[in-house]
């Protein structure tokens, strides 16, 4: 048990550092400007004194470590600063669109996670059936193809031609709860194609190398039932690949909302990131780019260490 | 020559087929001058003129010939993902075999630069780069190259270090050979497959990720004609139930599943396994 305590708190300790490290780059990646953000926002015809005025008015005039910490300890306290383009409060902007983007990426990992999982061990149980290769074809595809081009066949065939989905997902605060799951259907339903295959792909391959592993063939040829194999001998030590893939697709998950979010006009967090890089709104994109970066490195941390404690042979030391 | 003509002869027919559609495209690319009725940029008829002979797939949001710009994109969207690809590869390769070479600090500095870098979401980082230094192609080409290059260094630095500690580097180094030619001339012949199949999934990826930025409207800037903001340009047709504008998208598709054919095809034959 000590073992395994140790070994959680190396990772926790690991992933702190890297959130310090990327929170850093964010904040840095502004310094890299050519001049610096008030020549930027002013532009090339300004006078010296007003962009002076303005380097005051923003703080840029004390040197970078203070002013990321202090952007660190505005973080904390959900003080995310101000939006260059509207001057409100970046925290009111991310309010419901941080849940919205949630909402969406729940959605899709209720409906991909069972999927996923079920037809990855049936590949690997009937590996290279036909059902197999079929399937492989089918996900190779999905994956090499752009995620507005399913989005935008869905469309063209859920909305336009059937009428059964809305094509824009017009979501408002007041959206009731099975309203807001119908509207958001569509992008749902893309996010769950293009994420079901990338998991199915890696459940399938966990489970056959876990089936090629001495230990299972050691059962067959002791003469254990096959059902027995499966669920003594494979399960167990299924569970840390099988928890790994699924958390690590949840990451993929919530960056692949922001192509999506773009197709359908939701009113999320990806959209918030895109129409934010084009107006080249620093303070936004830098809150979107931490709070999707922090979910992701988050999320990879809960896989690692989930792996860690579902391990039999950490669990049963010698 | 023979030998390579029947060893393209026995690949399967899902490897057959990419093969075919990536020499389409090439041919497409060259010859886009050629096969294209209508110039990149030039205004022929009308906003979303349907098709007809004289416009095979109608024309686009600003009345350019649609067809001629899918042919032209070929060249553009194309062209640039291999650009690109190069380059995360000559970034990639240089520092992974620098590090499995050299070993110790230079390895352990490396390799948690790019944990790091690895840590934050691709599209993420690209687009907070992208709004710093701007949308320019150039731009493009350096920060996706540069992005993708963290997971060439890594696969770079894995195969290299199996063989590193193989004799006839070790003879190299004891004949005094400097670092670059062991790099180049003793390591790198020996790690090429693996690279060679990592460069058509890399391709892949890049070619998807311009193409998704193209599409937010971040990456290839109009009047380039690309297939992602094609698709981008001419979206609202398709809530007049049209499918013209998924062409361009399809056109991606179809490439990247061609370059997973091959690459499945080419790492069957390189790892020697029969089933």
């Known amino acids: 048990m000590h073992a395994i305590i ?47 005025q303005l380097r005051e008015d923003l703080g840029l005039d004390r040197p970078a470590y203070i002013r990321y910490f202090e952007w660190l300890g505005g973080i904390t306290t959900l003080d995310l600063g101000t939006s260059l383009a509207n001057e409100r409060e970046i925290s009111e ?56 081009f399913v989005a935008y066949i869905l469309v063209l065939w859920m909305a336009v031609i059937t009428g059964w989905f809305p094509a824009i997902s017009n979501i408002s605060p007041d959206t009731a709860f099975w309203d807001h799951v119908y509207r958001s259907f569509l992008p749902a339903l893309t996010l769950t194609l ?76 990806g959209q918030l990131l895109v129409d934010s890089v084009s107006k080249r709104d620093f303070p936004v994109v830098q809150a979107c780019s931490l709070i999707f970066a922090v979910t992701y490195i988050l999320l990879n941390l809960t896989a690692d260490i989930l792996s860690i404690l579902t391990n039999p042979r950490l669990l049963h030391p010698r | 020559m023979n030998e390579t003509w029947k060893l393209l002869k026995s690949a399967p027919p899902t490897a057959m087929f990419g093969m075919i559609v990536i020499l389409l495209y090439i041919l497409v690319a060259i010859f886009a001058d050629v096969i294209a009725p209508f110039g990149e940029r030039e205004i022929v008829g009308a906003q ?9 797939l109608g024309t686009d949001n600003l009345g ?40 110790g600090w230079v390895d352990q500095l490396l390799g948690r630069i790019v944990d790091v870098l690895m840590a934050i979401p691709t599209l993420i980082f690209g687009l ?16 996706i190259g540069f992005l993708y290059s963290t997971s060439v260094f890594r696969l770079a630095r894995a195969v290299a270090m199996n063989v590193v500690v193989l004799d006839f580097v070790e003879v190299a180094k004891l004949r005094g050979e400097g670092l670059l030619y062991i790099i180049g001339k003793e390591v790198l012949p020996n790690i090429l497959p693996p690279l060679v199949a990592e460069f058509g999934l890399r ?11 193209s599409f937010l409207g971040l990456g290839l800037q ?35 599943v061609a370059v997973n054919f091959v690459v499945d095809w080419f790492l069957h034959l390189t790892s020697g396994l029969k089933d």
Request: proline share 4%.
């Open chain 2, 222 to 256: 109009p009047p380039t004609a690309d297939w992602g903001s094609m698709v981008r340009d001419n979206a609202v047709l398709i809530t007049f139930g049209e499918s013209t504008p998924l062409i361009p998208a399809a056109a991606i598709a179809l490439l990247t």
């Open chain 1, 93 to 148: 902007l991310l309010g419901t669109r941080l849940y919205n983007t949630l909402f969406l990426a729940a959605i899709s990992a209720v409906m991909a996670v069972p999927l996923a999982i079920g037809l990855g061990l049936l590949a690997a149980l009937y590996r290279n059936s036909i059902f197999d290769r079929a399937i492989n074809i089918v996900t190779l595809s999905t994956i090499s193809t752009p995620e507005f």
């Open chain 1, 194 to 269: 293009v994420v079901t295959a990338h998991m199915m792909r890696m459940t399938r391959a966990a489970i056959i190398n876990l089936l090629n592993s001495p230990f299972i063939e050691m059962a067959t040829l002791k003469g254990v039932a096959k059902r027995d194999i499966i669920v003594k001998h494979a399960l167990p030590n299924a569970w840390a690949p099988i928890i790994n893939v699924v958390v690590l697709n949840l990451a993929y998950l919530i960056v692949g909302v922001v192509v999506v979010e773009v197709v359908f006009v939701y009113p999320g967090m």
């Open chain 1, 6 to 52: 140790k070994m959680i708190g190396q990772r926790l300790a690991l992933g702190l550092l890297t959130l310090l490290v990327v929170s850093a780059i964010i904040f840095g990646a502004v310094e890299l400007l050519p001049g610096d953000l008030a020549q930027e926002i002013l532009g090339q015809g300004a006078t010296p004194e007003t962009v002076a």
């Open chain 2, 128 to 143: 907070l780069i992208l709004t710093i230094v701007g949308t320019s192609v150039f731009n493009l080409i350096l920060v």
């Open chain 2, 64 to 103: 350019r010939d649609m067809w001629s710009r899918i042919v032209y994109g070929a060249r553009n969207t194309v062209g640039i993902a291999i650009l690109t690809t190069i380059l995360a590869f000559v970034v990639g390769c240089f520092f992974g075999l620098l590090a499995a070479t050299l070993g």
């Open chain 2, 48 to 56: 979303y003129e349907p098709a007809t002979e004289e416009w095979l």
């Open chain 2, 203 to 213: 391709f892949c990826f890049v070619f998807l990720f311009i193409a998704a930025l």
